[in-house]
């Protein structure tokens, strides 16, 4: 009887794995246009052409050749066609050079800021005004496009992804989980503490031969603690015999005198540490109740400030969590030329979003293809030419368990970390730049010189 071992694999479900996370949307940085069912009427020698998977789709169906060509056509709106052209090339995003016949991105045509939006409407009234023939049809839609331009600018867009809030979701559940544990901890941290602090006092003699060699720490009484720390210093000093053996049967049988030399001094180290472990353990010996509570509680007065210190840090992480959705929620309601002017910040923000989302879902699959994979398969032949087949476990088998989850744990902490990283730069930059922060700390101080003004005329006024 003999038998075959027959090994399987399943990374190819890895891939498919890949697959399908890869088919979860990326980003959504993008400039949503007003205008999504024009087509250029011309070629486009001024703008360059628009990729459509660029983060901007708004484009304009027309470029300054087209209007030069229509004013040609109907000399009679020459100025209007003149504030038209004005209008086009508002934008700050368009360099003098650029509108000097450049090719730039058609996208640079969208104001980026309110003043911007005032000015190109201003510019677009002129020419509606500076009308001679209003029968133009070119002049009338060409017009109205630019209006539309003007009116997605102003309007404010949702431009925040439910992708990263998933991801802070997610985040927050893991937080309040590890804030249980944390707190589960501080209790038991603060019942060890009160345990010692509530030790009866008793006689703490032990001597050397009293003493084990076992190394556990014990603090039901003052008597267990004297004695586990004891152990502890004889443990050691046992240890350290054994290596001063060694360390003589070296020197005794060694070839060389360097090596001699070299392990001579070694032993004389050695001798040294063993001498003051055995000047530690009579100190320690010498140790009254009053001096063991101290050194007890010192330890357990540590433990216990650093399981509270972990709880509240777990509990502020998790309350700025909880914060940060509304505040992003907030922070991605902006106006169309707040969105066109931090158009290449977002193109970075959408490809880290990409990279790091990308990450997490190859680490998470691998996790997952792991999981899939069979135990061994053990196939038995008998001398009958009977064959039987079952599966086994193998120690092999325990490692990859314990690697499919650290990888899909790791997964999840990478796309929980992308989430909430690009969540709280959004958030951050978006305060920053709409709250004037500097006229409420000049009002603030005004305010509160105003009322201590107040306070001490009060005060000198009950005084008289």
Not at 161 to 188: E, H, P, T, Y
Not at 207 to 222: D, L, Q, R, V
């Amino acid at each position: 009887m003999h038998k075959n071992i027959e090994k399987h694999a399943a990374f190819t479900v890895y891939y498919k794995i890949i697959a399908i996370f890869a088919a979860l949307p990326q980003s959504n940085f993008e400039l949503l246009s007003p205008i999504t069912n024009l087509t250029p009427q011309t070629t486009m020698s001024f703008f360059s052409k628009k990729d459509k998977k660029a983060p901007e789709q708004g484009y304009v169906s027309f470029n300054q050749d087209d209007l030069s060509e229509a004013k040609s056509r109907n000399l009679d709106n020459t100025e209007a066609y003149d504030y038209l052209d004005a209008a086009l090339t508002t934008s700050s995003h368009i360099s003098a050079k650029d509108k000097n016949g450049n090719t730039v991105d058609i996208d640079d045509v969208y104001p980026c800021s309110a003043e911007e939006c005032d000015e190109m409407e201003k510019l677009l009234d002129k020419a509606e005004q500076a009308v001679k023939d209003p029968n133009d049809q070119f002049f009338k839609e060409r017009l109205a496009e630019l209006r539309e331009i003007v009116s997605w600018s102003r309007k404010k867009h949702w431009t925040f992804r439910w992708i990263l809030i998933v991801g802070c979701l997610i985040s927050i559940f893991l937080l309040n989980w590890c804030s249980d544990d944390a707190k589960d901890d501080q209790m038991r941290a603060q019942q060890a503490y009160d345990q010692v602090d509530n030790w009866a006092e008793q006689d703490t003699t032990i001597t050397w031969e009293g003493a084990s060699e076992i190394a556990m720490y014990e603090y039901s009484t003052a008597n267990a603690f004297k004695s586990s720390y004891l152990n502890a210093i004889k443990y050691d000093f046992n240890l350290s015999k054994e290596r001063i053996d060694q360390l003589a049967w070296g020197i005794d049988t060694c070839t060389t005198d360097k090596s001699r030399e070299r392990l001579k001094a070694q032993h004389e180290k050695e001798v040294q540490h063993s001498k003051d472990l055995r000047k530690k353990f009579d100190e320690a010996a010498g140790m009254k109740f009053k001096e063991l509570k101290k050194i007890a509680i010192a330890q357990k007065q540590g433990r216990l400030d650093a399981t509270k210190s972990s709880s509240r840090s777990i509990q502020f992480y998790l309350i700025l969590c909880i914060i940060l959705i509304p505040l992003y929620i907030w922070s991605s309601y902006q106006p169309g030329y707040y969105i066109t002017r931090h158009r290449t910040e977002n193109k970075v923000l959408g490809g880290i979003q990409k990279v790091g989302f990308a990450i997490a879902s190859a680490v998470f699959g691998a996790g997952i293809a792991m999981a899939l994979m069979p135990d061994t398969e053990v196939t038995t032949h008998y001398s009958d030419g009977s064959t039987t087949k079952h599966t086994e476990s193998n120690t092999g088998n325990f490692i990859i368990i314990a690697l499919k989850f650290l990888l899909m744990i790791a997964g999840v902490l990478i796309f929980c970390f992308v989430s909430l990283f690009i969540m709280a730069y959004v958030t951050a930059t978006a305060m920053k730049r709409n709250i004037a922060w500097g006229a409420m700390a000049k009002k603030a101080a005004a305010a509160t010189i105003e009322a201590t003004s107040k306070a001490k005329d009060a005060i000198n006024k009950n005084k008289q």
